[in-house]
């Protein structure tokens, strides 16, 4: 049984006279260096001839994949939002305050934050997955708005939030820096006096992973490639392999970017950096 990427639901029974066939297949027993070397191969065959799905833009690669894996993402089991990370916005944000989610998906961040007495607005591109969002909301009777629209075009009134929340590895999914320095510039100016942010992106975990996104790096010929650039693989729901951008960051790359969006990072927790809008910041620097 597949599941999470292609798979909609939970197992599926069949009856004995439905099976058309069967087939005895020798057991394969591999050691665990044998699958750490296929893994390697993996990785570098994908870094030298892998890139994200054919567009013009990138992040229809991503909203692709969240469409399609949308049922999963919204009947998995666990907890809405991970008790870290809600015992740190509980300590950060007053109550009764609005909080926008960022790449809300299916909805399960806000749904939790709702229950928490928030007010809370999501925003996301992908629509299948705000669909089941607005359904899984009215069932639970919690008042969440949820808005369809890409991040790189949203608006919000200034100083109107408590936070904004970046679901995990949002960030990385807008495929131009200049895009990603020019939201999260904005996401600082919706934020009331004492807001924050809580950002989540994905980061380089291991010399390897720098080791193929330099390889990825020369391979698509830089000028046009940018380091870090880079995209995740998953199974599509007619058996094909899709894959979808993704931008991987070093701690340093990271925060020169909020750096020039005029924020303030401070520590890690709960998969998350927490930002504030830098003092000053719109003005010019010297």
């Known amino acids: 049984m597949l599941i999470a990427d292609a798979d909609p639901g939970g197992a599926l029974r069949v009856e004995t006279d439905d099976v058309l066939a069967r087939t005895n297949l020798p057991i394969r027993v591999t050691g665990r260096i044998s699958r750490a070397a296929r893994r390697l191969r993996i990785d570098l065959r994908e870094a030298l001839g892998g890139a994200p799905d054919e567009s013009q833009d990138p992040a229809d690669s991503v909203r692709r994949k969240y469409d399609a894996q949308a049922p999963f993402y919204s ?5 809405d939002l991970e008790a870290p990370l809600l015992a740190r916005i509980r300590r950060l944000v007053p109550a009764g ?3 926008l989610v960022a790449g809300s998906g299916s ?11 928030w007010r809370v607005a999501g925003v996301d591109f992908a629509p299948t997955m705000l669909e089941l969002a607005r359904r899984e909301a009215a069932r639970r009777g919690l008042a969440v708005e949820f808005v369809t629209a890409d991040l790189r075009r949203h608006e919000e009134p200034a100083a109107s939030l408590a936070a904004v929340l970046f679901t995990y590895d949002v960030y990385s999914f807008l495929p131009s820096r200049i895009d990603r320095v020019e939201v ?6 919706w934020l009331q006096p004492g807001g924050v942010v809580f950002l989540s992106a994905r980061l380089v975990r291991s010399a390897w992973d720098r080791v193929c996104l330099t390889v990825q790096w020369g391979a698509r ?3 046009r490639a940018t380091w870090g650039s880079s995209h995740t693989r998953w199974l599509t ?4 392999l899709g894959r979808s951008f993704i931008h991987v960051f070093t701690d340093r790359t990271l925060r020169r970017e909020l750096d020039d969006a005029g924020g303030t990072p401070e520590n890690w927790e709960g998969g998350h950096l927490l930002v504030r809008p830098r003092t000053g910041a719109g003005e010019p620097r010297t």
């Open 237 to 240: 729901t007619d058996g094909t």
């Open 75 to 79: 009947n998995r089991g666990g907890p």
């Open 107 to 117: 909805g399960r961040e806000c749904f939790a934050l709702a229950a928490e007495g």
């Open 184 to 189: 999260l510039r904005r996401a600082l100016g």
């Open 221 to 223: 010929r830089p000028p």
């Open 97 to 99: 305050a609005k909080i």
